[in-house]
């Protein structure tokens, strides 16, 4: 029974690791903006794209395959660099104050600009570049022989979620985007530059997205049509923690990654259903997910 | 039947124009749909009535609607198939076209879902200028084609579709598949396993999850049961079409510790799974099975001894294909053009256009040298033999196809950089299909130990 039990819960952490990456972003974007970014999933796969293309860049020039891992750290940082103030300025910064429905189609416009330009750019074929993986080598846990990567990520990950709250509660640039998330009005008058808290908040959400995605390339491939499958999952994550929520997405992720390998292990044609099954269970008594509460409308 | 359809499209012109006398009352929108309908129709029969007379005047160009994934994960399998259409009708056009009409194909990207392909079928249907269809890649969209292609009257052959009940009850007068189909190729694997393993004791599946995996994964299981009754299934997973990461599924695999673990996921998925299984250990502690395997030979790294086929008999490298000069100048003109030697979807479409080209002849052969209408095209198709790069595709009278099928395991040689297949054996097409008409499932479990003894051993095609 153990020997099946370990397996379980460290797929089920490594899944989530992964789900958590995909979903943070978002989290992140809609807390601060408010924004339903319907392109994080794209924005997610531009870094798996990058990311495996710097990683074929140093394998083909045959320099040190170490560098991979920084390579990864720095397509994250490349994509939010390039999109974060260029999405934020020139798209959605006209989305604030509109209805959900405008946010939604316009960041759906981008969302389907950016997958064809994927297309455009790296084809249609899948891409995987595995180095990272490689170089650290397997453990062989409970009889089941596991990637070092994968365990990796899931520490990676706990990183993450103690990074971004270390980050909002003890930084300035965090209690910025407290007092923007608390009371924008009120901010803005006090003389905070909202306008710059939006577009670190929205680019630190790229970076989320893009590391994500960059993360996932060693252990996955990365072709036309991820971002959506990502997009959808992080909605699903990102409501069943409740939307803006971080310790939320964390939680959910690891609710998700749980009912996804348990699926696989015991009811396998529920594998599909099962992330959207938690969604709905948790929904049903928390209509705005575990972390999430009701908010009042301003008119 | 046919008086009854013309009734029904002349009554909807009719109330069509009816319509359109009353559009100063304006037209509400079921009734503009009607319109357009109405319109449809009368172009239909427009086109109906105009094509038998052009049919037999040789047209300027011979239009093929050519059906396969050029966008998605699956573009991993279908563009080794456009690449393939793309170099020989290239050469058939070199060579004066098609009994001296060049060809023009116009490919749909079978990526857009069943309703997409639809309607895509139907746009080119409309054109009698394309008068065959190569159609289609995935097996959800033969299925979805099928009914169309004998309602619209217009001959369709599958280049790559593989379930069997494309055409299981036998009444299809335009559609043909001159490939095997998930009955012979999957028991060929079972016969194969048996043969090389023969104390197989537990088997794990992990197969996409739609009709070809799910139909494989019956067939397969079926023909080792009534081969070997005490093998056990393990472990079925149907992972979704295109997913990314298989790292639960494999250790769901790991922790089951098969004897063999069989799989027909392809295409991305196919790369990813190896790519993600091979360091984990699957291939050193099971037997693996990747029944299309041969797909990812030169693009990953596989180990020696897996359990590889081309479902079919569509390998480059065959003895068969090695003593055929056409074989190995197509191989290597695809080596030029596109980097790799061809897989086998690129010979199965490649071996379908030669297989087109053939009907054509031998409609014009015997109609007295007139270009053949649709129905004359696919009275040729039937009950056809055509010499293919790689070995004879037969039709059958049910227009399923008997190809024989090739498999070994993977091995490494010094000629090539990447694995090949080795210890191979072919089976005969029709050794493995059962009667047309006979259920095969119920066939499959008919066969005894004794039928996969008659059959040729590993090692015995060289």
């Not at chain 1, 395959?65 to 490349?78: E, N, T």
């Not at chain 1, 252990?219 to 923690?241: E, K, N, R």
């Not at chain 2, 050519?66 to 080794?80: C, E, H, N, Q, R």
Request: aromatic letters at 8%; charged letters at 15%; a neutral charge.
């Amino acid at each position: 029974m153990l020997n099946a039990i370990i397996p379980l819960l460290l797929d089920s952490l490594a899944s989530a690791a992964l789900i958590f990456f995909a979903a943070v972003g978002l989290t992140l974007v809609f807390s601060v903006l408010r924004v339903l970014n319907v392109a994080h999933g794209s924005l997610y796969s531009i870094g798996g794209y990058v990311a495996a293309s710097i990683c074929l860049f140093i394998a083909s020039r045959q320099l040190n395959p170490y560098l991979s891992f920084a390579a990864l750290l720095f397509s994250a940082v490349f994509v939010a660099a390039i999109f974060g103030p260029l999405i934020e300025r020139g798209l959605v910064r006209w989305t604030y104050g509109k209805s959900e429905a405008v946010q939604i189609l316009i960041t759906f416009g981008l969302f389907l600009i950016l997958e064809d330009l994927q297309r455009v750019i790296f084809g249609v074929q899948s891409f995987y570049e595995d180095a990272p993986m490689r170089l650290l080598g397997t453990t062989s846990i409970g009889g089941v022989v596991y990637l070092n990567y994968q365990i990796l990520l899931i520490g990676m990950a706990l990183l993450v979620v103690i990074g971004l709250r270390l980050l909002i509660n003890h930084t300035r640039l965090g209690r910025l985007i407290t007092a923007v998330v608390t009371d924008r009005e009120m901010a803005q008058s006090i003389g905070i530059d909202t306008n710059r808290i939006f577009i670190l908040a929205f680019s630190l959400g790229v970076f989320l997205a893009a590391l994500g995605g960059a993360l996932a390339t060693p252990t996955s491939g990365i072709a036309p049509g991820l971002g959506a499958d990502t997009m959808v999952l992080a909605f699903a994550v990102a409501a069943i923690g409740g939307l803006g929520q971080i310790e939320g997405a964390a939680v959910a992720s690891l609710i998700v990654g749980l009912a996804r390998v348990l699926a696989i292990y015991l009811a396998p044609s529920l594998d599909a259903v099962a992330p959207y099954a938690a969604m709905l269970a948790v929904l049903l008594f928390r209509p705005y997910g575990l972390f999430g509460s009701v908010t009042a409308r301003r008119i | 039947m046919a008086f009854k359809g013309i009734s029904i499209v002349v009554a909807r012109c009719l109330s069509s124009l009816e319509l359109l006398f009353g559009l100063h009352r304006g037209l509400s929108q079921a009734n503009l749909r009607l319109v357009a309908d109405g319109l449809a129709g009368a172009l239909a029969i427009g086109v109906a009535a105009a094509t038998p007379a052009a049919a037999q005047e040789k047209p300027g160009s011979l239009g093929l609607g050519i059906f396969t994934f050029t966008s998605g994960p699956a573009a991993a399998y279908g563009m080794p198939g456009k690449n393939a259409a793309d170099l020989i009708i290239e050469e058939i056009n070199a060579k004066g076209g098609i009994e001296g009409v060049p060809v023009r194909a116009t490919y749909v990207d079978e990526a857009q879902g069943a309703q997409g392909v639809i309607a895509e079928y139907r746009r080119l249907a409309a054109d009698a200028q394309n008068q065959v269809m190569v159609a289609a890649l995935s097996s959800a969209n033969c299925l979805a084609l099928a009914p169309l292609a004998e309602q619209l009257e217009v001959p369709t052959v599958g280049w790559n579709c593989d379930t069997h009940q494309l055409l299981i009850d036998g009444k299809r007068k335009y559609v043909f598949r001159p490939n095997g189909n998930t009955v012979p190729e999957f028991i060929a694997y079972a016969i194969y396993l048996l043969d090389r393993k023969p104390d197989v004791k537990t088997v794990a599946i992990i197969n996409p999850d739609y009709a070809f995996g799910h139909d494989a994964a019956k067939i397969f299981t079926a023909a080792l049961k009534a081969l070997k009754p005490d093998v056990e299934i393990v472990a079925e997973l149907y992972p979704k079409l295109g997913s990314p990461n298989y790292q639960t599924e494999i250790s769901r695999l790991a922790t089951a510790r098969p004897d063999v673990v069989f799989s027909n996921l392809w295409g991305a998925d196919l790369e990813n799974f190896v790519r993600q299984a091979a360091p984990r250990g699957i291939f050193t502690s099971s037997q693996v099975i990747l029944a299309l395997g041969e797909t990812v030979l030169q693009r990953v790294p596989l180990p020696d001894g897996v359990i590889v086929g081309v479902l079919g008999d569509g390998w480059w490298m065959s003895p068969d294909a090695k003593a055929n000069p056409e074989t190995a100048k197509f191989a290597e003109r695809y080596k030029a053009r596109f980097g790799e030697y061809p897989v086998f979807p690129s010979i199965k479409m490649a071996n379908t256009l030669i297989y087109v080209k053939a009907a054509y002849k031998a409609a014009m052969q015997k109609n007295g040298g007139k270009w053949p209408t649709r129905a004359e095209l696919a009275d040729a198709m039937k009950g056809s033999k055509v010499a293919t790069l790689t070995g004879t595709a037969q039709t059958r009278a049910d227009n399923d196809g008997l190809v024989d099928q090739i498999i070994g395991v993977t091995v490494k040689t010094p000629a090539q950089q990447f694995p090949v297949i080795g210890d191979m054996v072919r089976y005969r097409g029709d050794s493995l299909m059962p009667q047309a008409g006979q259920d095969p499932l119920a066939w499959i479990s008919t066969l005894k130990p004794e039928f996969a003894k008659s059959l040729p051993k590993p090692g015995s095609y060289k």
